[in-house]
């Protein structure tokens, strides 16, 4: 159990373009859900927090209307990178917060998704 | 503010070899403390946690973590290392009862084990 999907694994887009990113929690409801960046040879950079049906709280120096997060339902979560610049070329991955039956105290985490702006 | 450090880059082991992955975290109060591997091009995978009892903890294929209080260290250890055990290890901690479930990450040590 505990399975987060993102999707897509890997987009490459043109300079000025949007980019939406899924993640789904797969079998089981994610009532909170992080994003997160990694850089090569990097630890993650936790983006922002998102809760199923409030407003996502980012991070300081994560600019909210560059990386616009909706989590409209307890099993998805998108991140939309909005008018992306080389300089956001990274890997996005997520988390999910699982409650109910699974441990309420673990991340469960995508598989990541590599964007590479031109 | 909660921290944690993972002081060696790169472990290098042998295959057969018992391995160590270290972790020491700075929080106030009771943390909860968690392992993560990462391969290439892939999202973390859950290895194991502490929240409470038992010091020592059993994860997931062979891992196992000993939690020390008086040292605030979550060193991640193996019996016998395998060839396909390489890879980057994130030591991540949660002060407890943290309201949001975040996580603080470890920089992470990229583990080798040479056959």
């Known amino acids: 159990g505990a399975v987060v999907s993102q999707h897509p694994s890997r987009v490459i887009c043109k300079s000025g373009t949007s980019v939406k990113i899924e993640c789904r929690s797969l079998?089981?409801?994610?009532?909170?859900m992080f994003w997160y960046r990694q850089f090569p040879k990097q630890s993650l950079m936790l983006m922002a927090t998102?809760?199923?049906?409030?407003?996502?709280?980012?991070e300081q120096g994560v600019e909210k209307d560059k990386f616009l997060i909706n989590h409209a339902s307890l099993t998805l979560s998108t991140l939309t990178v909005t008018s992306a610049h080389p300089e956001d070329s990274s890997f996005y991955i997520c988390?999910?917060?699982?409650?109910?039956?699974?441990?309420?105290?673990?991340?469960?985490f995508g598989p990541g998704t590599r964007l590479t702006v031109l | 503010a909660q921290s944690v450090a993972q002081p060696e880059d790169q472990v290098n082991v042998a295959e057969g070899n018992p391995l160590t992955v270290k972790c020491t975290y700075s929080?106030?109060?009771?943390?909860?403390l968690f392992w993560y591997v990462q391969y290439p091009n892939r999202g973390l995978q859950f290895l194991l946690k502490y929240i409470t009892g038992d010091n020592l903890v059993k994860g997931s294929y062979g891992f196992e973590a000993e939690f020390n209080k008086s040292q605030t260290s979550f060193h991640l250890k193996k019996p016998s290392a395998l060839v396909s055990d390489s890879a980057l290890y994130f030591c991540a901690v949660r002060w407890r009862p943290g309201s949001a479930r975040q996580l603080t990450f470890g920089s992470g040590t990229q583990l080798t084990v040479l056959p």
């Open positions: 998102s809760n199923e049906g409030s407003k996502a709280t980012y």
């Open positions: 079998d089981f409801q994610a009532t909170t």
């Open positions: 988390s999910a917060g699982a409650s109910g039956g699974l441990s309420t105290d673990t991340q469960y």
């Open positions: 929080v106030s109060g009771n943390p909860y």
